[in-house]
């Protein structure tokens, strides 16, 4: 049995609709316009224990609702999901204690007090076993070199800092799974590059599973095999990462640097021009069509050297989400305008 | 049990920690909350001095400081500040959420904290209060009979536990309101009145002091006051004392019910 099942899981909210202005507001008092937002329409998704899985995908695409109707803060519209063979929405106690939930930037330690206190209760509330207790901490503290930092009130702490307390605090009592929710955000690229360093290491030595969610396509690079892609509230796309450039990008870069110091005058026949700089040329040109130009542009001209490449995956992903954004605004716009219900 | 026990203790040992982090903020609101006690000794004195006569329905001049005092000590029991606006800014903020992903209770979590700020609170008063009640002993009667006065001290606790639970449920609200700031100071409105907070019961005219016997406010400050300057019969106390229980059960049980229901739907606000 996976360690995660998903079955055409379903939520969507009513958001007020507030026009700008006084007199829309005093309107509001007595008639109030309610759209209805579907944050995740009807997934499936399967994950066996041990996997580190990427959630991607543009902002408002259903990720972080995801992660909490994963971990019961939400309860679905429909459908039907388990987490470790427990329903997270119940809130069972024994589901509680077998999984943790980190999110970017949202404090669960005690501002004014040192981290330290706050890993006491965590130890009381999840009745972790003295020993136990002092072992992971200071497994982890070293890990994430934050020993010194115990004692200091977390108001006190970098945000880098908070962060690593943040994940102490997630880990203590060993959950089977682990939800991350942009653990990265706003964090410098050093503090960036220690979280996902710990996160790897932690993963690969205690084999717990993980659901992340990131816009930093370095954190998902350094850490998951398998990437989730959602998009409007569907997942679009699950298998690796790589697999995103083949199965969304229509083109590839040839790079081509001709002999001598002149350049030929009419590459735009060949694709579009992405950099020129003599003797040097970039070129996008459709997928089917590689082979054809490569061999037009070796026959045509003398050329020192040529390489063919994937675009760059962070491209290719912009690219989806974009055209993903362009297609909901249109069918916003195709779509009838509903009289809003009464409140 | 013993697990949940040491839960309790660790919770109730860091809001402590907590309520002493910051220490001048913590010395000026213990200290200086005496002199609202002062204030009203000389508006009463100058309210008797003015009506020119000894006694108002049914209190002279030193049972209603007897009585004001007393209420001071029921309100230090039963006023919960900041609760259900605490509670309200956890739901629109998000940070409700740690109370539903990690296995704590959330209303044991906030009653512990309660517990915890106003020990804190009332250890370092204790000996100013002391003082002042001691400057004024002979406004007061003397000690009730022990039934009394044991009947008082249950009034006293029961006052606590309905104060918390009946704030925890206004706050409860905002699982479907977001604000309930507004609704707070209706609420705040009212109990100044009806509660006894300022004067006692019988001072208000009727229909209002019948409508008071049916309201739980009353608990909140004059009953406990009442028992112990004699106002409320002897024969009257157990009843009386059962229906300030019931009140309680019955906030206990709606704020219970209400969690639950704002827990089911709630939004996840705030990322």
């Known amino acids: 049995m996976s360690a995660i099942q998903i079955r055409n899981l379903q939520k969507s909210y009513r958001v007020y609709q507030k026009k700008e202005g006084l007199a829309a507001s005093l309107a509001g008092l007595f008639r109030r316009e309610y759209r209805t937002v579907e944050a995740v329409k009807g997934i499936d998704l399967d994950v066996e224990g041990g996997e580190f899985v990427a959630f991607l995908g543009p902002n408002g695409a259903g990720k972080t609702t995801t992660l ?41 330690l005690w501002w004014d007090l040192p981290a330290q206190e706050s890993f006491k209760l965590h130890q009381k509330i999840y009745r972790i076993d003295p020993a136990d207790f002092a072992r992971t901490r200071d497994e982890l503290c070293e890990l994430l070199d934050i020993t010194r930092l115990l004692q200091q009130p977390v108001r006190e702490l970098s945000l880098g800092e908070r962060m690593k307390m943040e994940l102490t605090a997630a880990l203590l009592h060993s959950p089977d799974v682990l939800f991350l929710d942009e653990p990265t955000i706003g964090l410098d690229v050093v503090a960036q590059h220690n979280i996902q360093k710990f996160l790897k290491h932690y993963q690969e030595i205690r084999g717990i599973t993980i659901l992340l969610t990131s816009h930093y396509m370095k954190d998902v690079a350094a850490l998951c095999k398998r990437v989730v892609v959602i998009a409007r509230g569907e997942i679009i796309y699950d298998g690796s990462l790589s697999g995103i450039v083949d199965a969304f990008s229509g083109h590839k870069v040839l790079s081509v640097q001709f002999a001598g110091e002149r350049m030929p005058g009419d590459l735009a026949r060949y694709g579009e021009v992405l950099e020129e700089v003599a003797p040097k040329a970039k070129l996008r040109v459709d997928r089917t069509a590689i082979a054809k130009v490569l061999s037009s542009v070796l026959a045509e001209h003398a ?6 490449e994937d675009p760059p995956l962070e491209e290719v992903i912009a690219e989806m989400f974009a055209r993903n954004q362009a297609t909901e605004v249109a069918d916003a716009a195709a779509k009838p305008v509903a009289a809003p219900p009464a409140t | 049990m013993l697990a949940r026990v040491q839960t309790w203790w660790i919770i109730f040992r860091i809001c402590v920690e907590e309520r002493l982090v910051y220490r001048g903020d913590f010395a000026l609101g213990t200290l200086m909350r005496f002199l609202p006690l002062v ?26 400081i007897a009585y004001y005092l007393l209420t001071t000590i029921t309100r230090a029991f039963a006023s919960m500040p900041g609760l259900a606006s605490g509670i309200g800014r956890q739901v629109r903020e998000g940070e409700i959420k740690k109370f539903m992903i990690q296995p704590i209770d959330a209303v044991g979590f906030l009653l512990l904290a309660r517990i915890a700020h106003k020990l804190v609170y009332y250890a370092v008063a204790l000996g100013p209060f002391f003082l002042v009640f001691w400057i004024c002993r002979d406004y007061f009667p003397g000690w009730p009979e022990p039934p009394v006065l044991a009947a008082y001290f249950a009034s006293l606790v029961m006052s606590f536990l309905l104060g918390f639970f009946l704030e925890a449920t206004i706050g409860m609200i905002s699982f479907w309101f977001l604000e309930v700031s507004s609704l707070l100071f209706v609420y705040m409105l009212f109990n100044f009145f009806c509660s006894g907070h300022m004067f006692p019961l019988e001072i208000l005219p009727q229909p209002w002091q019948g409508i008071v016997e049916f309201l739980p406010l009353k608990y909140l400050a004059y009953y406990p006051a009442a028992i112990f300057l004699g106002k409320v019969p002897p024969e009257d106390l157990v009843q009386g004392l059962l229906v300030q229980a019931g009140w309680v059960l019955f906030f206990v049980i709606a704020c219970r019910a209400m969690l639950n229901a704002g827990y089911n739907r709630y939004s996840g606000y705030g990322g």
């Open chain 1, 303 to 308: 050329v020192e050297d040529v390489s063919v």
């Open chain 2, 39 to 64: 204030t009203q000794i000389f508006l009463w004195t100058a309210v008797f001095a003015g009506a020119g006569k000894g006694s108002i329905v049914g209190y002279g001049r030193n049972d209603i």
């Open chain 1, 68 to 108: 909490k109707l994963l971990s019961g803060v939400i309860s679905p519209t429909g459908g039907e999901a388990t987490v470790l063979g427990h329903v997270p929405w119940r809130r069972e106690n024994d589901y509680r204690r077998r999984f943790a939930l980190v999110m970017g930037q949202k404090n669960q």
